[in-house]
């Protein structure tokens, strides 16, 4: 299997949906450096806002138009890649360090289109699932998270400490409250179904669309 290409094909499809005057949320990672040059290759004009310093530089190269949230704080459409899909829509993301500004954005956009190549979908979740958490008490955050080991790679772009969650679970939605109730947390990596709108997943040629809320 060619997973760039994989990602190519389900870059250029979620890059279709994108309109003329549309206010576009850019996610990060490999898949979305894809989805820009697909995006910026139909030469529409559009207005975005990025989730990292390397998206805003991609785009910015690809000759597209980056604002920031002082001009823009609602999108028709965000498009971002995942670490894993499950078959009910739910994602973990952050691979990419980028999970709360991704999160952040997802929520501003009418429409959260994510793209997979065909090593991202699971029957079920698993480890690790990062985590952002704040300097500020970081010792005793850690003692309430159990089972998390601090990131090698250890910013967010925002400065955050990246961790990995790397306990065993059943319900995402269940940890996703642990998670989200401890304090010094600033955002994890799941992402439930009703924030998920459309998937696509490549697997060799095929593009599976599936929609999902
Ligand atoms: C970054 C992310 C990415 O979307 C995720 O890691 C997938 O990355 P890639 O497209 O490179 O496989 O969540 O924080």
Known sequence: VDV???????????A?????????????????????????ARGLTIR???????????????????????????FDIAIDGADQVDPDGWLVKGGGAAHTREKIVAAAADR???????????????APVPVELLEYG??????????????????????????????TFDDPGEL??????TPGLVEHGLFPPKMVHDIFIARGDDVEHREIS
């Open 4 to 14: 760039e290409q994989e990602k190519a094909r389900a870059a250029a499809a979620a």
């Open 48 to 74: 975005c806002v990025a989730t990292s310093p390397a998206t805003e530089a991609r785009a910015r190269e690809l000759g597209m138009t980056v604002e920031s949230w002082a001009t823009l704080d609602h």
């Open 176 to 181: 996703s409250d642990r998670l989200a109730a």
């Open 16 to 40: 279709a949906l994108v309109e003329d005057g549309m206010r576009v949320g850019l996610g990060t990672g490999t898949t979305v450096a894809h989805m820009l040059d697909a995006l910026a």
């Open 138 to 167: 970081l010792p005793a955050t850690l003692r309430h998270l159990e089972h998390v080991k601090l990131r090698d790679v250890p910013r967010s772009p925002d400065g955050g400490v990246i961790a990995d969650f790397l306990g």
């Open 112 to 126: 959260f289109v994510v793209m997979a190549d065909s090593t991202k979908p699971v029957d079920t979740l698993h």
